[in-house]
């Protein structure tokens, strides 16, 4: 491949991305790299430009870098200055180096549904149930199952191995004093480009559905219980818990192995930190983190 760094420009404008370049009007690259092992003509990101290795200088690499602000020394170097270096260089990579692989049905994939997009891929030794509903570009990989009540956004991915739509963990005591199976009713709804990792689980809802929102991203080993409601563009780290009916507002983080008991909400672009224990509410904006979760700042 042989990418002018024109083409890189435009795709940032078209993207409506804020940077300025400068260098040379005709560097091309021909891969990317990191900044620990750079190649010539490879397209490379620092966080601060203050960060760029001895190497960088050190012979006639012709790199275009990605850093946070253009380069003030005496060497020439080709930099996209922008506020967001990291959201930019994937971006690129995204554009112009990413490949998925095609789509196709796996023959031992075992699908019911009538309701599945003709593009959508479905991985060997998945399992779709018959009341499934997945949308336009979404992909299953493999061993997955999908059961029930269950509706799947577009451009959605979900990882190897997990479960959605299974029954939540539920129970009352009978008049008898014994343990009885609360009935499930709900399902699962997953708007679009919505990420499920591998081996994450989403149970149904009892009386309504499980909700995951537009954007949102489900990191793998994550567990997201009945009735449970999940804004939009939030993330979920690996190892999560999120109890029957908790709500998250929009774009909220919540870090691995974070526990979030029944009930609870939390307001919009909160952040639960690492290993926290939620009980209690949380406000729009709120840092909390600890055993049990506590207050510790406003994000900014």
């Given amino acids: 491949?042989?990418?002018?760094?024109?083409?890189?420009?435009?795709?940032?404008?078209?993207?409506?991305?804020?940077?300025?370049?400068?260098?040379?009007?005709?560097?091309?690259?021909?891969?990317?790299?990191?900044?620990?092992?750079?190649?010539?003509?490879?397209?490379?990101?620092?966080?601060?430009?203050?960060?760029?290795?001895?190497?960088?200088?050190?012979?006639?690499?012709?790199?275009?870098?990605?850093?946070?602000?253009?380069?003030?020394?005496?060497?020439?170097?080709?930099?996209?200055?922008?506020?967001?270096?990291?959201?930019?260089?994937?971006?690129?990579?995204?554009?112009?180096?990413?490949?998925?692989?095609?789509?196709?049905?796996?023959?031992?994939?075992?699908?019911?549904?009538?309701?599945?997009?003709?593009?959508?891929?479905?991985?060997?030794?998945?399992?779709?149930?018959?009341?499934?509903?997945?949308?336009?570009?979404?992909?299953?990989?493999?061993?997955?199952?999908?059961?029930?009540?269950?509706?799947?956004?577009?451009?959605?991915?979900?990882?190897?191995?997990?479960?959605?739509?299974?029954?939540g963990f539920g129970y009352f005591d009978d008049a008898q004093g014994r343990l009885q199976k609360i009935p499930d009713f709900g399902g699962v709804t997953i708007g679009d480009r919505v990420y499920v990792g591998a081996n994450a689980c989403i149970s149904q809802g009892t009386l309504t559905d499980t909700i995951i929102g537009d954007d949102s991203k489900i990191d793998m080993l994550a567990y997201i219980a009945h009735n449970v409601v999940v804004g939009r563009e939030c993330l979920v780290i690996g190892n999560s818990m999120l109890s029957g009916s908790v709500q998250l507002s929009d774009r909220v983080w919540v870090a691995p192995g974070a526990t979030l008991s029944d009930h609870v909400e939390v307001g919009r672009n909160a952040l639960i930190g690492v290993g926290a224990a939620v009980t209690q509410n949380v406000a729009d904006n709120a840092v909390v983190a600890g055993v049990p979760a506590r207050f510790l700042r406003n994000r900014g």
């Fill in 1 to 167: 491949m042989q990418l002018p760094v024109s083409r890189l420009l435009e795709s940032l404008s078209e993207d409506q991305y804020e940077f300025q370049y400068a260098g040379s009007p005709t560097a091309v690259v021909h891969g990317f790299c990191p900044v620990s092992g750079l190649r010539a003509q490879n397209l490379t990101w620092v966080r601060s430009i203050d960060a760029l290795p001895d190497a960088v200088f050190a012979g006639e690499l012709d790199l275009v870098i990605v850093a946070d602000r253009p380069y003030s020394g005496e060497s020439q170097l080709n930099v996209i200055a922008t506020p967001t270096p990291r959201a930019v260089f994937f971006s690129l990579l995204k554009a112009f180096f990413a490949q998925a692989s095609p789509a196709f049905v796996a023959p031992n994939a075992t699908v019911l549904s009538p309701r599945i997009a003709a593009d959508v891929h479905i991985g060997y030794n998945s399992f779709i149930g018959p009341d499934v509903v997945i949308g336009a570009r979404t992909r299953i990989e493999n061993n997955v199952t999908i059961d029930g009540e269950v509706t799947i956004g577009e451009d959605c991915l979900i990882g190897s191995g997990a479960v959605i739509g299974a029954p």
